[in-house]
DNA sequence: GTGCTGACAAGAGCATTGCTCTCGTTTGTG
DNA sequence: CACAAACGAGAGCAATGCTCTTGTCAGCAC
């Protein structure tokens, strides 16, 4: 045992590293449906067999390819937070809005992988999870923030008397702390921000709106309103 | 001239539907990623080469479905809607929302074709514009009955300054007989509709939203009243 | 040190795909 | 009636995902 992780074990690393990074510069450049194995072990030098090592299918690769995404996403809206983390909750929500939006737009073919149709089959295996969940917990926690803090929440109009039971279980699943009619409005929020996103990144929105970023930042604080941030 | 359009046209109009209908079985049964056309052209009894006759691409022929399918959806909108032409525009603008929602769950195939990644390149064909606006239309036109109607409309908050001019724009291409506020969320709001829809589709809303229906109708009253209905 | 085992790369190969080209045949029309 | 356009069939090309077999080399136990 000349090394702490073994030889192999660090190579194995290594290539592995090398074909994610070879697969998202082919995603980045073509979009998912024209990512090769076969191109990629080319670029790399190898043959194609020899991937498989590595990845047992293309839909693995892409999975792969998911949960980096997410965490990308994720990491960059939690960057951008942090930068505002004094501001008022209001602000830091459009800021976290906004840091979505602006890296979907650096990454659409990212973006289309995780939000867009889902390419492989229908699965959504269960390692990206905890991925996917990271924007949503920091919008939790803004709002949280809010509710805890001197200004307080606004409060919000009850729900209908249909939704109240799968309100107050939203609200227990995900912050049990906040009023039920602010989870529920939360989830609302959540999904509504990836519809602006996802308009504006798939052309839905040309020919329609020119002025994209205030249009957006706008958007962004009526759903923070939405929410009971003020 | 034995037949008014001749035996030969009516003869392509038909395979050309066959060819249709086969590729949206297929679409619907396996999506849009395994849609091949030798399978298409198989099923069918033909050779594959002779389908190229009618489509000349297989990305034509998922243009085709495209337009199809904003068709369909359109449709299935405009005649929910007839259902409740006589109630009040909010419940109007729910039954809309709602029939959106129905018809992305019943063609989750077709929904990620018009509304998911654009599957080909990044091309949008201009043809598939008017068919995709029938939705907007149809919102507009619930927003401006209330707006001329007894009723009348909610005042919305002025837009912000850094918007006004856009949101002047919006509204002189959309419908100039709207407040600009109005026009604004409303292109807001269709686009946050189409964020509910997809993420309950394409399962965001897995072991977070149980009771999807009552959910929905919830988000989409809140959304009617954020362009002033009530 | 010396073997042995398991990880690895390479190559050939299979089924499938989108698409093109060529060659007869049919068909509607001037 | 003749002719050109439309059509179907078949062969073929380049590419893909994936599998199988074969040779090779590194790392471990003894």
New binding site residues.
Partial sequence: ??TVQ????R??LE?TAAIKDEARRQLAAEGAAK??????A?EL?????????????????LTALIIDAYDSLGQSAERSHEAVAEAAPLERWVAVCEAVRRWSLDHPHEYALIYGSPVPGYVAPQATVPAAARVGLLLIGVVRDAHDGPGGLEELPAVPEELRAEADRIAADLAPDLPAPVAAALVVAWAQLFGLVGFELFGQFNRVVEEREPFFRHAARQLGRGVGLH
């Fill in positions: 045992m000349s073994g030889a192999r074990a190579a194995r290539v990512l090769s194995l076969r191109a990629v080319r030098g190898m043959v194609s067999s020899a991937l498989y090592r590595y990845f047992p299918s293309r839909d693995d690769l």
